[in-house]
Structures are given as structure tokens and as C-alpha cells.
């Protein structure tokens, strides 16, 4: 193919490295992508063409590598066995809720998943079959991951101890030959959920009854299984196959799906993103070497979980694929046993480059914020710190910085002398499948050469990402579901919906599973010739984008868009606040005005409350102005923000039940009216924000008293 003839993006800063990577990759594709991938995959059929459309008035099916043929297992195994590394550690797993640590060397983790993979041959999984996950953060889940790939099975890990009925949809629609269990998952060393209750109900709901359904017992929680019902041992099934010959490595063409994970949608369905094999294989290859700068060999620590798609690509396939080591953690920020749980895998294991979300480093702010923890633990092998899941306020950022090197910064944008524990905020999307954007720090030796840090931003785009921000223009108009065609770019600064122009660089989801007209006009139909992200945001004068929330988190105050994320910023720089959610609630003049939950570090008695309150509204208006319309009034104290398993605020919850109690205000029930989301981590917290919610908007409402 030709180098593409679009119109040049206007953001791209070549005057850093990253920059002219990014410049370099959308300028010549074909042969900046046939390069990397020759380079960092092992191939059965070397691709011959970067990328081709099947159908060019339909760019967003882009085929990359069509014609190249290989084994991601194979990739992520066999490889570095075959070249010297089998007594390298592959999988660190350390579990302070079992007190167990177990290291998986490259050979053993190579023998435990061709055992698998004749389990699962044993039982009818061939290429194209599905197989759906429900584990836990074991070393078995990893195993059960791979053992699918070498067989060119397609698996959809779901999140242990997703409620029955979510779990018999994502059953129902891949409709899987097999299931693979456990018997249980442990939160924190006083809480167990048990597995097999859950997964036998949500096979009593299905349509689709998979024949078999392997479950793998941990000793913390055994249990006779119903065999009569499918229910199938682990280990007794592994005991079946061992006098087996290996199953040979099924050889799939680099489109070939190598998983579905399924994320929320819209209506009660969830969406299951296609992650194709081969251009996956190489932009998760790229990001380890460039943008995390880990070379083969080092530690990899992810504190994801495998049933998020962080957790798919950092904590399993990205780290092996390159010969890395990967740390699988079973724990919690603080709780197992203390704040310095973190720092004591870093240091034991000599980690090079940590992962986490900005809502674990809001925990450990509100738990160490004087340092005194983090003090005992040497991180001087750190080089990377990097965050993902929601936007990172700037102050949680620089006391991120202070947190782990020690160096208070003042500046919004901060250059380090030294690859040492540069923190990074970037952003990714399920759909995505690795980093959109971010701070490259495996670009250069040298780190002047590595772009800086910006506070308030997610970074600089990817190679291949070719971001635009778009506005419709005023004079136009457009409903929520239809297309967009009046539309200009935004200016350098300027606020507007994120995309991403086609065609969608390597390693993006391929489709929706079973659902082509969702695929299409749930991220294409709007912008056509673009990837609709569903976010908001701009980028400045030096290249950085930065995310100011979801689309559904612009508050529309007297006929002025404000992000939430901008009041939010304001409000976690006040010292009492550990963090805030805010949400619009309707006013009768202005359309809508902010509400602020907070969650405070320590304690405050009412007038301590009464003047943070009073404090914080002041700094609103003084920050953004008057029009932003804060009151003490509408800033609310909570004990605890609702939150998914992964530790995302469920904002949307929370709007939905401001709005609810705003149309529903004289007849408020008692309970909360709202679905519980079945990816919340406490499902009692809903009563809590409820109640809190029904007392703000209607001063009489009693809990006590039914109003049904």
C-alpha cells in the first residue's frame, strides 16, 4: 500500500522522539508496521502487506497482516524456551490473602499449559471454539488463557464473581464449548466468594448449556462437584491427559480472534470486543519495548486483574510475549496486610516498571499521605510508575511523584534527569486493547530525549493512533444516535469529542461479537471516517491530550459544558480531600448545576465540614468563575465512593440516582431504585449514596418510613 494522503494532524510535536515515531508511522504504515512486525513476532507465514481494507467504503474493518499466519502462545512460550530463557521466571505469583508465593519458570509454565490444552482438546475445544474463564487471580487462569491460544480457541475471561446473570449472558452469547472455575475468589483474607453457586446458577439461567464445565479447587474453600451435572476436577483431568501426546499448535491467520471480553454497553447487553491475534501480538510487543521500556528478562508488575483487559494484556500476554517476567498479585492496595503491600512486591522482586489505577494511589494518598510507609521499601530498580483506568487529578499526580521518589514538584510540566521512576498518566480503552496514548520512556537512553511530564494530561498519542478532536459546528444540529456530518476540528486547546481517524491502528478490537451493526454504529456512525471514542477533551500546543471525562459527564450549567473532571481537579487540591465524584442535578433556571460527593482523608466535625465546603466552592469560582455555579451547598460528604472491583468510580450510578430522586421527588422509596451494576465492588454502598441523595433533594424524605 501507499503511504496515506490524508490531511496531516495537526497535533503531532515531532520536536521529541515519540513524536516523530507517531509522524513516522502515520505517514509510512506499511512500512513502519511490516517492520515492527517482523522484528518483535515470530511468524509461520511472514505477512506481506501491512494492512488492506476488504471493503475500502467500510474502513473500520481494517485487516493488518492478513496474510501472515502464527501462534500468540507459541509467541508468548515456546519461543524463549526454545532460545535459552526456560529457567526464567514467567509468572511470579504472590497472594498475601493465601500467604502463598510461587514462581513459574518459562519451562513449567510452558508444560502446565500444553497439559491444559489436552484437557481442553480432550473435551472438544478446537480452533474457533469459545471458552469462557471465571476465575480468579491464580496462576490456573493464566494457564487456561494460553492453553486456549495454542489451540486456536477463542476465550472471554470474565470477572470472578460477576453475579449469575451477567455471566449467563456472556455464556449465551459466545456460547462457549467449555467453562473453566474455580472453586472460589478471595478479596482480602475475611472475604470469599464462592464460585460454584454462582456459575451453577447462571447455567440454570442460560439458553446454552456448555457440556463441560472444569473447576479448579482451591484449598480454601473445597467442594464436591455435581459431576452428573458437567461438572469436571482439575486436577483430575489434568491426571487424564498426562500418557497423552501434546496437541499440536494450531496455526491460526493473524486476524484470527484470540479472545472476547465482554464491557458495558448502552442497554442491558454487554459488548464483547474480538481482540485479533497477529496485529495485537505486535502492538502489545511495541508498547513493552517503547513506551514501558522493559527489555526481556525484567519484572513486569501489573496490580490488575486478569478479567479487566489490563489485566488480558499486561499482566498475561504482553509481559510473556516479550520474555519478560509478569507478577500475578492476589491483594489489595492497603489491607494485605498495609499500604506498603505495593512496595513490598517491588522490592522483593526487583521490579522495573508498576501499573496501577489512580484510584488504588487515591487509597494509599488516604492511608500514607506523611510517607511514613513507603519509607521502609527500596524502589530504586523502578523506572516506570504508570496509571490507567480514570484521569489522574494533578494533585493525586505530584503526590504520586513525592509519594515514591521523594521529589516534590510545583511545575505543570515536569522534565526528569533520570529514568527513575518517571510516573506516567495514560489512557487505553477496552476497545483499544493497549495504551492510546502516553509517555514513551523505553524511547531513549537519554532521558532529555523523553517527552515530559504534563499534569491534568493523558500524554501524547501512540504510533498509529492518528487522534482529531471534532466539534459540531454551532449552527448545527444533530440527535444523540444519528450521524454528524457538519462537523470541523478543534483548535490546539479547544474542547471537543476524542477520535480517532481510520483506519484504527494495529491491535484494536476487530468487531463485536455476533453483533456488526452494533460495532458500527456504537463507535462509527456518528463521525464517519472516524473512531468515536465516547470522550471529551483537547489537546494543547505541545501534543498532550487530555481527557476530561465520557461524553454523559459534561455538565450543561445555564447553557455553558463544563467536564466534570474540571471540578473535580479543584476539589481533590484541598488537603482534607482524599477524592470526589461530581455529578450534574437539575435546577429549574440553569438547566443543571454541579453536585461534588467528597470523601474526606480524616475525620471533621459539622463546622469543619461547613468550612471545607465554604473553602472549597470559593476556589471553584476562582478557578473557573462564577458561572460554574458551586455552592457549599451542593458539596457533600460522603464516607466512600461506589466503585467497580477495579476501583473505577461509578459516576453514571451515581448521576442516575441524582436524576431519579430529582423526577421521583415526593414519592422517594426507601431502597434504591437504581440496578445495582454488576461490576460493583459493595453492593450495600448503593443504599448508603441512595439514602444520602433522597435526603438532599427531598429534606423530608425518611428511610425508615416506606414511600411506595
Not at 165 to 183: F, M, Q, Y
Amino acid at each position: 500500500m501507499t503511504p496515506r494522503n490524508d490531511d496531516s494532524n495537526k497535533f503531532v510535536n515531532t520536536k521529541v522522539v515519540q513524536g516523530a515515531m507517531l509522524a513516522e508511522s502515520l505517514n509510512n504504515p506499511e512500512q513502519f508496521w511490516l517492520e515492527e512486525a517482523y522484528k518483535n513476532i515470530t511468524w509461520v507465514k511472514k505477512p506481506t502487506a501491512a494492512y488492506n481494507f476488504a471493503n475500502p467504503m467500510k474502513k473500520y474493518y481494517v485487516d493488518w497482516f492478513a496474510d501472515g499466519t502464527l501462534n500468540v502462545c507459541y509467541n508468548a512460550l515456546d519461543r524463549h524456551v526454545e532460545q535459552g530463557r526456560g529457567e526464567q521466571a514467567a509468572v511470579i505469583y504472590d497472594s498475601p490473602v493465601t500467604e502463598t508465593k510461587q514462581v513459574f519458570t518459562y519451562n513449567v509454565l510452558l508444560q502446565r499449559v500444553k497439559e491444559f490444552a489436552k484437557v481442553l482438546d480432550k473435551n472438544g475445544v478446537g480452533k474457533g471454539d469459545t471458552v469462557i474463564i471465571y476465575m480468579p487471580m491464580i496462576p490456573q487462569t493464566i494457564i487456561a488463557m494460553l492453553a486456549c491460544a495454542r489451540l486456536g480457541a477463542v476465550h472471554s475471561v470474565v470477572f470472578g464473581g460477576f453475579a449469575s446473570p451477567e455471566l449467563a449472558k456472556r455464556i449465551d452469547d459466545c456460547k462457549p464449548k467449555v467453562v473453566v472455575s474455580a472453586t472460589c475468589g478471595l478479596e482480602g483474607k475475611l472475604k470469599m466468594i464462592k464460585y460454584v453457586p454462582l456459575l451453577t446458577k447462571a447455567l440454570e439461567i442460560s439458553e446454552h448449556k456448555p457440556k463441560v464445565s472444569i473447576v479448579y479447587q482451591r484449598e480454601q474453600c473445597p467442594v464436591k462437584l455435581d459431576v452428573d451435572a458437567g461438572f469436571r476436577y482439575w486436577s483430575d483431568e489434568v491426571a487424564s491427559v498426562q500418557e497423552s501426546p501434546d496437541v499440536p499448535l494450531a496455526v491460526v491467520e493473524s486476524n484470527h480472534p484470540l479472545y472476547i471480553l465482554y464491557t458495558s454497553g448502552t442497554t442491558g447487553m454487554p459488548k464483547g470486543v474480538v481482540r485479533p491475534s497477529g496485529p495485537h501480538a505486535v502492538m502489545i510487543s511495541w508498547t513493552m519495548k517503547n513506551l514501558y521500556g522493559v527489555k526481556p528478562g525484567e519484572v513486569f508488575f501489573c496490580a490488575s486483574d486478569l478479567g479487566w483487559v489490563v489485566g488480558h494484556t499486561y499482566i498475561c500476554y504482553a509481559p510473556l510475549v516479550e520474555g519478560s517476567s509478569t507478577i500475578l498479585y492476589e491483594g489489595k492496595p492497603i489491607g494485605t496486610p498495609d499500604a506498603g503491600s505495593f512496595f513490598r512486591i517491588m522490592q522483593e522482586y526487583k521490579a522495573s516498571v508498576f501499573f496501577t489505577a489512580p484510584t488504588a494511589i487515591v487509597v494509599l494518598r488516604r492511608e500514607d499521605n506523611e510517607h511514613a510507609v513507603v519509607k521502609k521499601y527500596d524502589l530504586s530498580t523502578i523506572r516506570g510508575l504508570f496509571m490507567a483506568g480514570e484521569r489522574c487529578a494533578p494533585e493525586i499526580h505530584r503526590w504520586w511523584i513525592e509519594h515514591t521518589s521523594g521529589k516534590k514538584i510545583t511545575e505543570k510540566i515536569y522534565q526528569s534527569d533520570t529514568i527513575e521512576k518517571i510516573a506516567v498518566d495514560h489512557w487505553w480503552q477496552t476497545e483499544s486493547g493497549s495504551p492510546i496514548t502516553g509517555v514513551c520512556i523505553g524511547v531513549s537512553e537519554d532521558p532529555k530525549e523523553i517527552a515530559p511530564i504534563q499534569f491534568g494530561s493523558a500524554g501524547m498519542p501512540i504510533v498509529g493512533v492518528d487522534l482529531r478532536v471534532l466539534k459540531v459546528k454551532e449552527d448545527a444540529h444533530a440527535e444523540e444516535d444519528s450521524v454528524v456530518q457538519d462537523t470541523i476540528e478543534a483548535s490546539v486547546g479547544e474542547v471537543g469529542d476524542i477520535v480517532i481517524k481510520l483506519p484504527l491502528p494495529p491491535g484494536f478490537f476487530s468487531s463485536l461479537w455476533n453483533d456488526k451493526k452494533r460495532y458500527f454504529e456504537s463507535y462509527f456512525k456518528k463521525y464517519p471516517g472516524y473512531y468515536d471514542t465516547g470522550d471529551v477533551g483537547f489537546v494543547d500546543e505541545n501534543g498532550y491530550v487530555h481527557i476530561m471525562s465520557r461524553n454523559d459527564d459534561v455538565i450543561n450549567v445555564a447553557a455553558h459544558r463544563f467536564s466534570t473532571s474540571s471540578y473535580e481537579e479543584i476539589v481533590v487540591k484541598d488537603k482534607s480531600i482524599a477524592e470526589a465524584c461530581t455529578v450534574g442535578t437539575p435546577h429549574e433556571i440553569k438547566g443543571q448545576v454541579p453536585m461534588v460527593f467528597a470523601v474526606l482523608i480524616g475525620t471533621a466535625t459539622q463546622n469543619e465540614k461547613a468550612e471545607i465546603a465554604k473553602r472549597i466552592a470559593a476556589q471553584v469560582r476562582s478557578d473557573i468563575g462564577a458561572v460554574a455555579s458551586m455552592t457549599p451547598e451542593n458539596i457533600i460528604f460522603v464516607g466512600r465512593l461506589p466503585k467497580t472491583r477495579s476501583g473505577k468510580i461509578l459516576r453514571k450510578t451515581i448521576r442516575t440516582m441524582v436524576n431519579y430522586a430529582g423526577t421521583h421527588k415526593d414519592n422517594l422509596p426507601t431502597k434504591c431504585p437504581i440496578s445495582t451494576p454488576p461490576t460493583i465492588d459493595d453492593p450495600l454502598i448503593m443504599n448508603e449514596i441512595w439514602i444520602t441523595v433522597a435526603k438532599l433533594i427531598n429534606p423530608n424524605f425518611n428511610p425508615v418510613v416506606s414511600r411506595m
